[in-house]
């Protein structure tokens, strides 16, 4: 089983070519380093002890992807690469639209080509907006995208189900990731932002680094426990391990139908603050953290039901908020070299 993964030096995609191997998958993995490192695919290679194929191509250019399915003979697709900050994507909402939005749709018609029918697509909790009801289920509403980049996610999740509905044969699992955060418990792979980090789990351990001064919580006001907002943050690795579920659940079972969506998360939320409270308990290291205003855009609270995983794909989260904080303050040691 050869796996082609976009995007695959990323931080989910990275896990999860270790999770591929693990279970016994061969991968391609084609990324532009637009947003991270060549050298994860080494470090990639040395958890795994095998040696993935890896290619610096931009995969909204057809003949680029062309040549990488004429070159390999995949049997199904695992797509991360795209942009993925939500405040870039206010700013430059084109460049979004022609990467995530080109991306997808290229990636389809070269898999038509080739006649390869299985894709596991990365969306996102994002697609929900601010739910009416929690926990969200897949039913839950889809809410008009408040970000470039959420709507990029729900104008993918719909061209895949258009295509899917127009090609009898092919299939696709949709993951809705909620807030994947922690680390490989080697330390040698993680997350990676370059620039200040706008996600809560590299601030936290850039804080704890000495690299920013202070974490700003943006936003004690809110109707939740104490204040702060309440995510579902997931250990990457369990989030990892969901793709090859959902692969398997492709190869294996033909589902009956030709696109199924899964929320990928806990089932538990937490408040922002918990997170830091978690950092602090599992390194020992206390956060120098300030509270500020609300951040705009931020939404109060969400956190998954993730029954519908549990049940069809027979995955479920395992390693505990502590585990990720504790295994992310490995790798931003590692990465730093902080003894
Ligand atoms: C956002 C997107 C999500 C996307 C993810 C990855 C939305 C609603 N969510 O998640 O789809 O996949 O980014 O880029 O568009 N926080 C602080 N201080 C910080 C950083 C964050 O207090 O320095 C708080 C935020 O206010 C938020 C929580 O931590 O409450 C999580 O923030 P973040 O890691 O940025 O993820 P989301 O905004 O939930």
Redesign the pocket.
């Known amino acids: 089983m050869k796996v082609l993964v976009t995007g695959g030096t990323g931080f989910i995609g990275s896990h999860t070519i270790v999770e591929l191997y693990a279970a016994g998958m061969d991968v391609v993995n084609v990324d532009n380093l637009s947003n991270s490192e060549a050298f994860i695919n080494d470090r990639v290679n040395a958890i795994t002890g095998k040696h993935s194929t890896f290619i610096n191509a931009d995969i909204t250019n057809e003949d680029n992807l062309r040549n990488i399915f004429r070159n390999h003979s995949i049997d199904a697709v695992i797509h991360f690469a795209a942009f993925?900050?939500?405040n870039e994507s206010v700013e430059k909402p084109l460049e979004y639209y022609k990467n995530n939005i080109g991306a997808t749709i290229t990636l389809l018609k070269i898999m038509d080509e080739f006649k390869v029918t299985q894709l596991v697509f990365s969306s996102?909790?994002?697609v929900y907006g601010q739910p009416d009801e929690l926990p969200v289920t897949e039913d839950s509403p889809i809410k008009e995208a408040?970000?470039p980049?959420?709507y990029t996610k729900q104008v993918c999740e719909q061209i895949i189900m258009d295509f899917a509905h127009a090609n009898a044969g092919f299939y696709s699992v949709i993951l809705r990731?909620f807030?994947p955060v922690g680390a490989h418990n080697s330390g040698t792979i993680g997350e990676l932002p370059r620039g200040v980090?706008?996600?809560?789990?590299p601030?936290i351990t850039q804080t704890a680094a000495g690299i920013r001064e202070v974490?700003?919580?943006?936003?004690n006001d809110y109707d939740t426990p104490d204040g702060?907002?309440v995510?579902d943050f997931i250990h990457v690795c369990d989030l990892a391990k969901a793709h090859v579920a959902a692969l398997q659940k492709l190869i294996k079972e033909k589902p009956t139908q030709s696109v199924l969506v899964y929320n990928v998360g806990t089932g538990k939320g937490n408040t922002?603050l918990e997170v830091v409270k978690a950092f602090e308990k599992a390194t020992g290291i206390s956060v120098n953290y300030t509270i500020t205003g609300r951040?705009e855009?931020?939404?109060e609270k969400i956190w998954a039901n993730a029954a519908k995983a549990e049940k069809e794909l027979h995955w479920k989260a395992e390693r505990s908020l502590e585990e990720a904080m504790l295994h992310a303050w490995l790798w931003e040691k590692n990465y730093r070299n902080i003894l």
Do not use: E, H, Q, W
């Not at 980090?197 to 789990?201: A, R, S, T, V, Y």
């Not at 974490?215 to 936003?219: A, D, E, S, W």
């Open positions: 993925k900050s939500v996102s909790c994002t408040a970000t980049y959420g990731y807030n980090p706008n996600n809560l789990g601030y974490l700003k919580i943006f936003g702060t907002c995510r922002v951040r855009g931020d939404i």
